[in-house]
């Protein structure tokens, strides 16, 4: 099985659950999990012991040190407020990386996603708790 580096930007209140879950499958699958945050300290909080993650600074004004994060994972997972996610997005197009994020999807967003087509990558918005489990929830009851 390949090895897979997955960035998760973003390490405050919200990011727990979701962390804690990819460092528990970290071993089953393959996966190096990076913690990036603005807080390095926080992101060694949520990394915990794990021997799958990695904690990392991560301030997305700092342009190339953000890009060097991103341009070293395969996925990015972006838990950072929903304004900075099309920040985010421009460096994963340019680095041509999948994107993940729980926020709805903004009219900036919504500019790149021909550019996201052409370069054959998932930039999957609305993943969260709300959005997202709302819509998963709906699909369970359509499918019944």
């Given amino acids: 099985m390949e090895h897979k580096f997955i960035l998760v930007v973003g390490a405050g209140r919200s990011s727990s659950s979701l962390i804690s ?3 528990a499958q970290a071993s ?4 190096t999990i990076t913690i990036g945050d603005i807080s390095l300290q ?4 949520r990394v915990g012991t794990s021997p799958y993650g990695k904690p990392v600074q991560f301030n997305i004004d700092e342009y190339e ?22 920040l985010v997005a421009k460096i994963c197009l340019a680095e041509k990386k999948h994107l993940l994020n729980a926020s709805y999807v903004s009219d900036e967003m919504k ?4 550019q ?3 370069n054959e990558l998932l930039f999957l918005n609305e993943c969260g708790l709300d959005p997202g489990i709302d819509h998963m929830s709906a ?3 359509i499918d019944k």
Avoid: G
């Avoid at 926080?42 to 909080?45: I, L, N, P, T």
């Fill in 139 to 141: 699909m369970q009851v």
């Fill in 42 to 45: 926080a992101a060694q909080d």
């Fill in 21 to 23: 879950y990819l460092l």
């Fill in 28 to 31: 089953i699958h393959n996966w």
């Fill in 116 to 118: 996201v087509k052409s």
């Fill in 111 to 114: 500019a790149l996603d021909s």
């Fill in 65 to 86: 040190r953000s890009r060097k994060a991103i341009a070293a994972c395969d996925l990015v997972i972006s838990l950072l407020p929903a304004h900075l996610h099309p």
